[in-house]
């Protein structure tokens, strides 16, 4: 978690000081030493405990960069799509909140700092920005509760049949045309023909639920598995155009 603040904090002041046009780049700098600071001052005391209370001021502490970034970049930056200041910064107290609460304690905290997000750029129910492992995807605001309730699911499922102890990935990527995430395990796979099987027998659960949910917004999950090398599921939501008022979005 450290080394994702760190280098994250890094591709901030990169894109501080390459930015040209800033209204206040002083400012900027200003809100990018706090940013420093608070990214010592958590590395130090998350070493030592989590408590609920640094937790929440995590989360207070990076809304407040962020939110600083229409006084630094200018009023027309963020509905212009252009990144906060604090750019894929804010993902820190949404992994936090993981490690301390769970993969769901984790997603809330993602929800609630883009909403924030959502407010910079101006936009209502349009282009929530979700960080996920330092990639910063634009959905729909309505899409977000089912995307991070199918995520966890997945995750869930991980759990279950491979141990608390499993170890999963979760990859990212937005193409402009579709969102695409991708949970991965290391656990025994799944025997070949056991979904067709519980399919048959009504006993898909946990697949089911997933399917269910992306199919809602219109896209598909799929499930890949070989018996020794683990499991992987992939989820395709289709991100409609953004308003041609707002211009297009600039991810990193």
Known sequence: ?????????????????????????????????LMTAWTAATTIAYSTARSRPLLVMDVLVTLGCMLASPYV???????????????????????????????????????????????????????????????????????????????????????????????????????????????????PGIPEGRLSEAAAEGRLGIAQSIRGRIAGLGGTAGFTSVPGQGTEVELIIPVPARPAAHGQARTA
Not at 6 to 25: C, D, E, K
């Open 1 to 33: 978690m450290a080394v994702y603040r760190v280098a994250s904090l890094g591709y901030a002041a990169l894109l501080l000081a390459s930015a040209g046009g800033y209204q206040r780049p002083v400012a900027g700098w200003l809100v990018l030493g």
């Open 73 to 187: 970049q200018g009023p027309d930056a963020g509905p212009a799509g252009v990144m906060p200041v604090t750019a894929t910064w804010i993902g820190g107290p949404a992994l936090a909140w993981a490690v301390y609460g769970g993969r769901r304690a984790g997603g809330v905290a993602a929800v609630v700092l883009s909403l924030g997000d959502l407010w910079l750029r101006g936009l209502h129910g349009f282009d929530l920005s979700v960080p996920v492992n330092g990639a910063v995807l634009l959905i729909i605001a309505g899409q977000a509760r089912e995307v991070v309730a199918a995520v966890g699911a997945a995750l869930d499922n991980v759990r279950r049949h491979c141990g608390e102890d499993a170890r999963a990935w979760v990859f990212a990527e937005n193409d402009g045309v579709s969102m695409i995430i991708t949970v991965r395990d290391e656990g």
